[in-house]
């Protein structure tokens, strides 16, 4: 007997709402460079009281970030219970040095700045390589102003490192902080993961993506491998994926 032909359509359940949580997950944490520690509230709302997406876009003002690139794991912290933590420097501050340099700031800025150190060669061999590569194809930068820039990348790296240290040592911390920054802030671990070492006294391990060629074969297209002073991990990644992130599941 043969029956009046079904009609058979498959869709994927709505999302569940955002799941709230009375406590942060106590074995991790995550901090990110896009928000500053005015930002705290606001980010432990998103996670405990299920804040949406577009309410976190609206309320917070990173307009120098993609906030989008940050979605899957800032719902995945929320999803989990795992706190998100604020580090980055205020960009008025850093704007302010910028313009005027570290000695002309206002007294009451003085003393509120992290410590500051200026004086690792290492650091500054790498800015000036880093600057120079920048404008290679422009009029060589005054040196007034490319101090002024270095002081600036100096502040906002202790700023970073202070903020991470500020959370390590406050009451409840998660047993493990993973901290998301920009490439040039960790490579060679300075930058931030040495200025973190000589506040907390403990050495942070360091993973760096590097975009390489690769062979039809699978292996990566690399004159040498790089040494653990690099870093301590190097996650090495195609230069484009071919594939679109719905296209992964």
Known sequence: MVG????????????????????FNPALAIGVEMF???HQPLLDQFVLQGLSMDDLSSKVDVDTYDLDSYQEILLWAQSQGVRVIGVNAPEAMLHLVLEVGLDALPNDLKDVLPELDLANPEHRQRFDRLVGHMTSSFAPVDPTAKERM???????????AESVNMY??????????????????IIDR????????RRAKTRPFTVVPLSVDWTVHGT????????????DWIWLTPPELEASPADWV
Not at 168 to 185: D, F, K, M, Q
Not at 220 to 231: G, N
Request: with cysteine; charged share 20%.
């Open 4 to 23: 009046k032909p079904v009609s058979v359509a498959f869709a994927a359940p709505p999302p569940p709402p955002p799941q709230k949580h009375s406590f």
């Open 36 to 38: 500053g520690r005015e």
């Open 150 to 160: 270095y002081q600036c990348q100096v502040l906002w790296e202790e700023y970073m």
């Open 168 to 185: 390590l040592r406050s009451p409840g911390a998660a047993e493990h902080l993973v901290c998301l920054t920009g490439l040039h802030h």
């Open 190 to 197: 300075v930058g931030v993961p040495d200025r973190v070492q």
């Open 220 to 231: 990566p297209v690399i004159d040498h491998p790089l040494d653990r002073q690099f870093s």
